[in-house]
């Protein structure tokens, strides 16, 4: 039993709707986590795009999403999570935003662990991500394609 994280409104592999972007509402897309671990403390999601050359670009960070939520609405973010700041300085969502006419792969990553992160409110996602480590359980991709028309 592999935990795994889809969306209503896009397939694996597909384009991510243009509402979830740079070109739209710039609003997180509903995700949907199935299979959590039973001993999972905590979940962590992160949205990012791998194609960023120095290192993988941050979107979203959420962390210490309760393990009974298995559902995150567009636009909104669990009761009691956090987020971190993303590689845009700011806490909270920012879709894809490719250059024009390249189409651009982005990762929505869900983490189960076995505890919940110690970390102060603002913590940065370099410091969720070296925290969540040695503490992760079961991880799944759920992989998205973006390009401006």
């Not at 941050?58 to 956090?82: C, E």
């Not at 982005?106 to 603002?122: C, E, P, T, V, W």
């Not at 940065?124 to 759920?142: G, N, S």
């Amino acid at each position: 039993m592999a935990i795994k994280i889809k969306s209503p409104v896009f397939d694996n592999g597909q384009f991510i709707p243009s509402r979830h972007t740079c070109d739209g509402e710039n609003i997180n897309p509903a995700l949907e986590f199935l299979k959590i671990p039973k001993e999972a403390k905590s979940l962590v999601l992160i949205a990012d795009s791998p194609e960023v050359p120095s290192r993988d670009w941050i979107h979203w960070l959420v962390w210490n999403i309760d393990p009974k939520i298995k559902k995150i609405a567009s636009g909104k973010i669990p009761a009691g999570a956090r987020e971190a700041l993303n590689d845009f300085r700011m806490p909270g969502y920012r879709g894809p935003c490719p250059p024009w006419g390249v189409a651009h792969q982005y990762h929505f990553k869900i983490f189960a662990l076995d505890a919940k992160l110690k970390l102060a409110h603002d913590a940065t996602c370099e410091e969720v991500k070296r925290a969540m480590r040695p503490h992760i359980i079961e991880h799944a991709i759920l992989s998205g394609l973006y390009k401006k028309k």
